[in-house]
């Protein structure tokens, strides 16, 4: 069955803009969760959805938001870019319980 | 809250190689445990779980087995390829949340 698949792969952005990443998780996952890797401060936590319902949320400023649809596909934004927002943006589903999550391949964004 | 530790690397091996790579948690009640690998350019793949204390989880020749007692979950191999150079991340799923919390990562470097 297919993955989860996240568009874009590449993202150039500018200061002050705002981005929309997107995510299509494996079909029959209800769960969908957003990771932003950097190399200083590794893996962090953004927020997970379960059935359109923000379920758990990171210490992300207001900024960074997301939104799950009825077909548990999931968007993120983040708005008035930040230097610092340059990152590898990685979005991973489940079936909603703690057995584990599938990754997609992630959207690096770039911020210049 | 949860934690995970894990020891930084570099490590590098020499193919036909032993490999530990040691993995502690911190979390309340019983957390799930995970081991995932990214390799360059891509996203995380799961490589294996366990879910309650004693269990082991293997894939493609790693093993890692949940210790409740000493609180770990360290990831071994008897005999590392070429092909197994990537990021390896131990990570949890605990207490009331469904979010992965992720160790900072080892990078494993192995040499024909």
């Known amino acids: 069955k297919a993955g989860v698949t996240q568009t874009p792969r590449y993202l150039i952005k500018t200061r002050g803009q705002q981005v929309t990443l997107s995510c299509s998780p494996i079909?029959?996952?209800?769960?969908v969760s957003w990771y932003q890797q950097t190399p200083g401060q590794g893996l962090q936590f953004l927020f997970e959805?379960?059935?359109?319902?923000?379920?758990n949320k990171g210490n992300f400023p207001g900024r960074f938001s997301g939104r799950q649809f009825s077909n548990s596909r999931s968007e993120m934004n983040v708005s008035t870019l930040e230097l610092g927002d340059s990152a590898l943006y990685l979005c991973?589903?489940?079936?909603?319980?703690?057995?584990?999550?599938?990754f997609g391949s992630g959207t690096r964004l770039t911020v210049v | 809250g949860n934690s995970v530790t894990q020891m930084e690397g570099p490590v590098t091996l020499s193919e036909e190689a032993f490999l530990t790579i040691n993995c502690t948690y911190t979390?309340?009640?019983?957390?799930?445990l995970f081991w995932y690998v990214q390799y360059p350019g891509e996203g995380l793949q799961l490589l294996l779980k366990a879910t309650k204390a004693d269990d082991k989880g293997s894939n493609k020749g790693f093993e890692a087995t949940y210790r409740k007692e000493t609180t770990s979950f360290h990831l071994e191999k008897g005999s590392v390829q070429v092909s197994d150079s990537a990021v390896y991340f131990c990570?949890?799923?605990?207490?009331?949340?469904?979010?992965?919390?992720f160790g900072k990562g080892t990078l494993l470097t192995v040499n024909p």
């Open positions: 990570a949890l799923i605990g207490g009331s949340n469904y979010k992965l919390t």
């Open positions: 979390a309340t009640g019983y957390p799930s």
């Open positions: 959805y379960f059935s359109e319902t923000q379920r």
């Open positions: 079909s029959g996952h209800r769960s």
């Open positions: 991973a589903s489940s079936l909603g319980d703690r057995q584990g999550y599938t």
